[in-house]
């Protein structure tokens, strides 16, 4: 199987070896933070000023706990998530289940290695803020981002990957942490025989859901996949220290 993207999974300006971003490409370090309200209600949005230029993400605090959620966007950049927003929603309703989260709004959408960076530096920012576990979510390109950030970043727990590209999954087997893969078995962009062959490269604990009708955007299943987020994150953010 090839391991190059297509469509909405094209990573521009790749290091083209197929196997993502080595370790000594991944350096960005934090300057300084500033916050404002954001559009939602209970958000901020959060300039991260780093090394590498600025990072926007958007968080839900729950204030007094640890567990939090990172929502990763496509090639194409965007923060609302697929499913008809299901980041949005997703993460007022984390608020009340006692789990904070971030969506990330990549500064170069598309640039595989930089998206990655933006990811582990909003787990680096949680981390400083008083989180101890963090579940990366990611969808299409975003997956991948997701699983290479999973194997980066200490602080993650678990990794979920909707609709995801197989370029930058290529050393799935060391993430050795619980990885939920959704896909629908319709999807006109990325065939779900992408998230079938992560799955099969994966380590233990590990599920793969086909979404029966569904497309790229996971739209037809949107109720489904908000369950299985919500289940998923709640679980392992807010209940990793438990051993569940």
Do not use: W
């Amino acid at each position: 199987m090839t391991s190059q993207p297509h469509g909405d999974g094209d990573p521009r300006g790749t290091n083209g070896s197929g196997s993502g971003p080595s370790p000594e490409e991944l350096t960005l370090s934090i300057k300084g933070v500033r916050a404002r309200a954001g559009e939602e209600q209970g958000e901020l949005e959060v300039q991260l000023d780093t090394s590498r230029g600025a990072i926007t993400v958007f968080l839900h605090p729950c204030e007094g706990q640890t567990g939090c959620a990172v929502f990763l966007g496509g090639a194409g950049g965007g923060v609302k998530g697929p499913a008809n927003g299901v980041y949005v929603r997703l993460a007022s309703e984390l608020v009340a289940d006692g789990v904070s989260s971030v969506r990330v709004q990549y500064r170069q959408p598309g640039e595989f290695e930089e998206c990655v960076l933006d990811a582990l530096a909003a787990c680096s920012f949680l981390k400083g803020i008083g989180a101890e576990q963090v579940v990366l979510v990611g969808h299409s390109f975003g997956g991948a981002v997701a699983v290479k950030a999973g194997e980066l970043a200490p602080i993650a727990t678990a990794v979920a990957a909707l609709s995801s590209q197989r370029y930058g999954t290529q050393e799935v087997e060391v993430l050795g942490k619980p990885l939920l893969l959704i896909h629908g078995d319709h999807d006109e962009i990325l065939d779900h025989a992408a998230s079938e062959d992560i799955y099969q490269r994966a380590r233990e604990p590990k599920r793969l859901v086909l979404l029966e009708g569904a497309g790229h955007g996971l739209l037809e299943a949107q109720e489904q996949v908000h369950d299985l987020l919500r289940e998923f994150i709640t679980d392992y953010a807010r209940n990793a220290l438990t051993g569940r």
